[in-house]
């Protein structure tokens, strides 16, 4: 009797992707493929190629597949093997790739998008979006792809490294000489990547005069003193457009005062932020009061993310002095700082003359009902009551303003829509948005 047992294999697909899971050699994976829709509005537009062996996939079935002018949104690689390669050549020559991750690439792998990069004259070989996750980055490597970046038929929009190792200065170096000559970037992120203070700041300086980056993720690495500055000098930039700057956990254990750099770019009324990510960089209250005082001045920034630092009683109240006057701050997160309980209490009262704030994350702000309360007043938009007598036209308006800003934490915290009716026609705000 033969004992063999046939390899497993699977092909499950849902309205946006098709995954490909594959242990063995079977031509079923193949058939199934074929039977795929591929194009139309049914069709699936993410593919993730799991395993390492991958030969039955790419043994001609799977190339005809790819060589359809489908245009994929999304290709995942967690495999680095030959067969990687191989998908990535076929992609290369027949596919139009909006977003294309690759999981611990191997040497073969980067050279090869090095090379797709600096050849993509044929827009049915785009990629928009570029994400390489986990390994390490070697100098030659470094070379070669930032050489690709810096191409001029390079179309990617976006780039993105998480979780992967520079071998040295020189491999830095070499990867933001690239970047510096690539001016098409809308967002770029070095996440994860233990970088330190010189490498962060080699890196933004390279993104200095990227006139449409908007996007700049630098979490998990060592921006102090010089990273700081470069990226002050960033915002600080004619041609600045970002938008979003995250540089949460970092290791900023020192007592250096190169906080200051944020606060200066912040307090420029023409600072392009929107959002800023400061969570886990040892903040303490001088910094803290530092930060709050350029954002009087400061009419661009929608949220400011400060959990996990070291904000005490002493900064808090700094914030309830001014937090009436940050009429553009919409999201505010505090939680896991040092305060006390009070706290809570002082931030309710201050929120009753504060209008916009709309996002507050505070500590035991499930004791204080009132923090919930005057967050979905804001939510809802507080009404102006200009008359002894509400017009009936504006009536639907203000039903339709408390039906949807009540969230469910809302009325587990015991707040109705009857209370927030209340103030919208004859509350005590006196703000019309």
Known sequence: MNTHRRRRSSVEQCPEKIIVRASGYSSRICDDLRRQPLSGKGGPSKVIVQRKRLGALLAGTLQDVFASQTIWEHVELNASSKWSLRLLEVLSTRQHVQSLIVNEPSELVLEFMASWLRNQQSTCARVDHLAIRSGTLLQPLALVLGEGLSSEFCTVVSLEIGEVSFDSWDTVQGLARGLAGHRHL????????????????????????HPSLAELRLSINYCQEEGTLALYRLLKSPSASLRILDVSYQDNWDDRQYFAHYASALSDPL?????????????????????????????????????????????????????????????????????????????????????????????????????????ALNRAGRYCKSAPRVPLGVWPLILERCRQVLTLDDREAGISHADILFDLVRGPALLER
């Open 186 to 209: 809308e967002k770029a992120a070095f996440q994860s990547c233990h970088l330190e203070d010189v490498e962060v700041a080699a890196i933004v300086q390279a993104l200095e005069h």
């Open 271 to 375: 600072c392009p932020l929107k959002e800023l990510n400061l969570a886990s960089n040892f903040v303490d209250d001088e910094q803290f009061r530092s930060l709050i005082e350029a954002l009087r001045t400061n009419t661009q920034l929608k949220s400011l993310n400060l959990r996990d630092n070291r904000i005490t009683d002493i900064g808090l109240r700094c914030l309830l002095q001014v937090l009436p006057e940050l009429s553009a701050l919409k999201k505010l997160d505090i939680s896991n700082n040092r305060y006390g309980r009070q706290a809570c209490q002082d931030v309710q009262q201050a929120l009753c003359a504060q209008t916009t704030l709309t996002s507050l994350s505070i500590d035991h702000s499930q004791k204080c009902v009132g923090i919930a309360y005057y967050l």
